[in-house]
């Protein structure tokens, strides 16, 4: 019996996990650095949450969710996304009751059973970050800003921002009128009129050439903007303009949740085919209120780390050295084992990757496994090192060997690691 990993789930191993991890890390900088604080939340929340929060005109909650029922009778599903389990936390536990944005970051795994294909997966991995209970527009261009920063600092250069705006409640409304009564004069299939009328604004995600070409001329939403829908729009332009963030705008866009109101955004990615999203986020009026909260707003942003992870390969901008072993300890022998078990306990107090040679692997294997290892030094302790008192620390790059007295090893090595 040959087990497998079920279908369409991407699993990080050795060595490529090191550079999930450091994608990871590197999108979490910047948010921790902004002042957002961890939520850890469970994987699975009650089915009804995500029905009533995501929207169930969307493909996430009509057809993609993992639902079941657990022992007590519950329906339960396995988050499809962050943001509406974010705020049943923020609700439930009064985040939303003390000091203003409440301002949360999340990063795990979340489940949508799409047709899996490369960058689209069953199970993926998303940083993310939401921010509650203030409306200035200046918190829309930071929220940007911070995925931003996200994406630079992996290295990646080929991405765009696009971003629209959803308008308020009464924006949606004038234009919902006019856009129901363009799609009554297209010829449409059933289906595609039925998803219609849930959501009107799904037809301009329709891959579809045909149904493309019919919502070529369609009404759009930016053009109903009410004035107060325009000016903070006008105002999230001029602070990313302010702070040299380029971004083109997307009339068209279309979020795959049903959340959106005002500002919304998504970053894509120009060498990932067609799973070019590597982020995407906006505001959600009403949505706090919809899940029993305070009448506030919120604006957040899911990263994915492994379409990041992919972009970054793609860029050939991976960082290998980022979980480098620094120093790799052979000894031989039992005597020599105790002082490589306590030395390396020792250094990486110091912050250093120790690794030791276990299994009394011969002097030579052992060498040629910390080399595979891309140790930086290698340490030997043998008879006549103990004997000595002197050891040798060789630099693997180079050849180049220093000797360091057995007493003074810790400063010695930690010194001459720091300065390598
Ligand atoms: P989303 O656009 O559905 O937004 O997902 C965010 C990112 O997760 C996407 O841009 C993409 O990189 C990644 N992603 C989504 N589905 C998959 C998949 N099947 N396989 C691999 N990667 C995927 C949200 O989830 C919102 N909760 C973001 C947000 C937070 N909006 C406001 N606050």
Redesign the pocket.
């Known amino acids: 019996m040959k087990y497998q990993a079920p279908k369409g789930v991407?699993e990080y191993f050795p060595p490529r996990s090191s550079s999930f991890e450091w994608v990871k890390e590197t999108l979490l900088t910047p948010i921790r650095r902004a002042g957002y604080r961890l939520l850890e939340l469970p994987v699975f929340e009650d089915t009804e949450l995500f029905t009533r929060g995501v929207g169930a005109s969307t493909d996430?909650v009509s057809k993609e969710m993992y639902t079941f029922e657990d022992r007590g009778g519950r329906s339960i599903t396995l988050r499809p996304?962050?943001?509406v389990g974010a705020l049943r936390a923020i609700i439930e536990h009064g985040l939303d009751r003390a000091i203003l944005p409440a301002k949360v970051f999340y990063s795990g795994p979340?489940f949508?059973a799409?047709r899996p294909q490369a960058?689209?997966?069953?199970q993926?991995y998303?940083v993310?970050i939401?921010a509650v209970g203030t409306e200035d527009p200046a918190l829309d261009a930071e929220v940007i800003a911070i995925a931003h920063a996200g994406y630079r600092a992996l290295g990646l250069t080929q991405f765009r921002l696009e971003i629209t705006s959803l308008g308020d409640s009464t924006t949606r409304a004038l234009h919902r009128v006019d856009l129901l009564n363009f799609i009554d004069g297209l010829d449409l299939d059933a289906a595609t009129r039925a998803r219609a009328e849930m959501n009107p604004l799904r037809l301009f995600d329709d891959k579809r050439a045909e149904v493309r070409e019919l919502m070529s001329t369609a009404p759009l939403l930016l053009d109903y903007l009410s004035d107060e829908s325009r000016a903070h729009f006008e105002q999230v332009k001029g602070y990313l303009k302010d702070i040299g963030i380029e971004f083109t705008v997307n009339p068209r866009m279309v979020?795959?949740?049903d959340y959106y109101t005002g500002t919304t955004f998504?970053f894509v990615h120009d060498l990932l085919g067609a799973?070019s999203?590597?982020?995407?986020?906006?505001r959600?009026d009403g949505l706090m209120e919809q899940l029993g909260g305070k009448p506030i707003s919120g604006?957040?942003?899911?990263?994915?780390i492994?379409?990041a992870l992919l972009a970054a390969e793609a860029e050939g901008v991976v960082e290998k050295e980022a979980f480098v072993t620094d120093l790799f300890i052979i000894p031989l022998g039992s005597a020599a084992m105790s002082i490589a078990l306590s030395l390396s306990e020792e250094l990486r107090v110091h912050d250093l990757t120790v690794e030791i040679s276990f299994g009394d692997r011969p002097l030579k294997s052992a060498l040629k496994y910390a080399d595979k290892s891309g140790a930086g030094h290698v340490l030997i302790l043998g008879d006549s090192e103990l004997a000595s008192g002197i050891v040798e620390l060789k630099e693997m790059r180079t050849g180049a060997t220093t000797s360091v007295n057995l007493s003074s090893l810790v400063s010695a090595i930690t010194t001459e690691l720091s300065t390598w």
């Open positions: 991407s996430v996304e962050g943001t979340f949508r799409e960058g689209r997966y069953r993926f998303q993310g939401e979020r795959g949740l998504e799973q999203g590597i982020g995407g986020g906006g959600y604006i957040g942003f899911g990263l994915g492994d379409r």
